[in-house]
């Protein structure tokens, strides 16, 4: 630990600069910034800094033109007038350690949890480029989670990046920890992005809990922070992944939103003058979202993994929307949380027949894939003929495929909301024996097979 101080202490005094250029505000339209005098100097997403030390505000550069440079205010413009200096800021390091593990930061690598924070001695791009594909390991094993349903319907394979698909109020947040909490990894990092300030802190503390905060680290830019900090909130967390997994840890990526990543996004592109061409997002959500997401993923021979969990809030459940749509084709998976088997009281609240793992039937056995396979059939032969079963309107023995599906209908449901298996060998187990419910029911005589025995 004193090395990693003293190292971190060299190289902050290193970055310190005794010079550094400075222009002048020439406009200013909201929170939108006109400067001349630093378009030789600056790049595309820069940080400036406005005013004097009793007024500053910071910025980021989101338009370079032979005239000026448009800067984009993290924060209200008030008090900003022509002529006020604007000195262009060095960029910030980003240098996670295993010190971070168990903190909260911002997505500047700043604490936020009331304690210092030690940065460690190398620094890292919050934006980097994925591994090369021709590098990259294959998914590997399934993981266990502690959750029967992940355990065998929806398997997690090691490296897998998976979408959670889900309204407000469904529990989409204690599903994240619950993963958290039971996921097999060595590290978890999560991204909270444009989250409730009331909620950050009750995740942290009620919902992860210090058992899921012993190997997190979590990176919180809350809903009323400026829209650069909330979309790099996104990138940071991606960014603290990728450190442990390039020294060879098996790391649990958890962001919580895509939704919010994209609308920061929108309003940034908005403002830098992008039209909107996705139901109000601009072209270039599609490759910042693919950009994310390919970040994580299998490592190389070298390197861990890093499998990732992406959320996306989905309004009325339309899956087509565009953030979705754009996830679906991106990720290896998908598990959409459904508000009607929420409100019956069954969690996690995940609609299997519309959930997929493209991790299957790698992953699993020849005997699991069966199992898979039927559990699946008699839950799609079940919602058919659900409002019929209802209604009163079937009658016991006119299909013996929905006889077996009402048999295991209930052993079904409650096997989904097991929690707390030790080994996946066991779930599929308990996986077969509620199934066995319905084996019974199709060798049970239906009516029809009982009257024409009596006729003959």
Known sequence: MPSTIFEGMTRAISELETV????????????????SGLSGAARLGDRVSLGLSQTRRTGEVVRITTGGLSCLLEGAADGVYLGDPVVLC?????????????????????????????????????????????????????LATGLAVFDTLLPIARGQRLGLFAGSGVGKSTLLADLARGVDADVIVIGLVGERGREVRHFVEDVLGPEGMARSVVVAATSDKSPQLRRRCAWAATSIAEHFRDEGRQVLLLIDSVTRFAEAHREIAATAGDSSMLRGYPSSTGPEIAALCERAGPGSDTMGDITAIYSVLVAGSDMDEPIADILRGVLDGHVVLDRDIAERGRFPAIDLLRSVSRSLPVCASPAENTLI??????????SRAELMIQSG???????????????CAGPLEAFLTKRGATSPSLVFDDLRRALSASSQSERRPTPKQVRRFIQN
Do not use: C, E
């Not at 396979?373 to 079940?382: D, E």
């Not at 309107?393 to 048999?407: C, E, H, K, N, R």
């Open 20 to 35: 550094r250029p400075v222009g002048r505000v020439t406009g200013a339209s909201g929170a939108l910034v006109q400067v």
């Open 90 to 142: 060095a960029r910030r390091a980003f240098a996670p350690n295993d010190s971070w593990i168990g903190r909260v930061v911002d997505p500047d690598g700043r604490p936020i949890d009331g304690r210092p924070l030690v940065p460690g001695a190398h620094p890292r791009d919050l934006r980097t480029n994925a591994l090369p594909a021709r590098i990259r390991r294959p998914m590997g094993d399934r």
């Open 373 to 382: 396979a039927q559990a699946r059939r008699h839950l799609g032969v079940y």
């Open 393 to 407: 309107l079937y009658t016991a023995g006119s299909d013996p495929d929905i006889d077996a599906a009402i048999a």
